[in-house]
């Protein structure tokens, strides 16, 4: 992954790397697409070349075929208000940041058990292990 820093002008005006560009394929007047994207260590965005669907299109019908199935089988939600909806996303990305420590912490104590399982081992063999830490803990 590579990164690159560029400076936010008046207006929230940006101006986008000439290699990152070539890579997206875009030129001036593209459209590119901003998703926003929670994570543990905070908030990381992702830019995207557009996909604009037209009308009456091929691409149109099998999206709006998906969203009909979506709506028969109930994976949609309804909102009274906006503040309901951004008490629902907060919800929302509270729960899967919990999912995601709950499962870092399980990846923690499988590594934890396959360190111990190595040193028994090791000791067994006679083999020895480099000095690999006991404690994986990320918290701060």
Known sequence: M????VRLRERNQLTLPAEYAEKLGVEPGSLLELILGMELDG???EVRHAK???ANTRQAKV???RA???IQEGRFST???????ALHMKQTRDA???QLRAQVEELQEQ????????RRVGAATGVVLADVPCNLSTKA
């Open 43 to 45: 908030v990381h965005v």
């Open 63 to 65: 999206s709006e075929q």
């Open 68 to 70: 009909r199935k979506d």
């Open 52 to 54: 604009v669907v037209r």
């Open 96 to 98: 899967e940041a919990e």
């Open 79 to 85: 909102f009274a208000n906006p503040d309901e909806l």
């Open 2 to 5: 590579s990164s690159h820093l």
């Open 111 to 118: 590594m934890q058990g396959i360190l111990l399982n190595m």
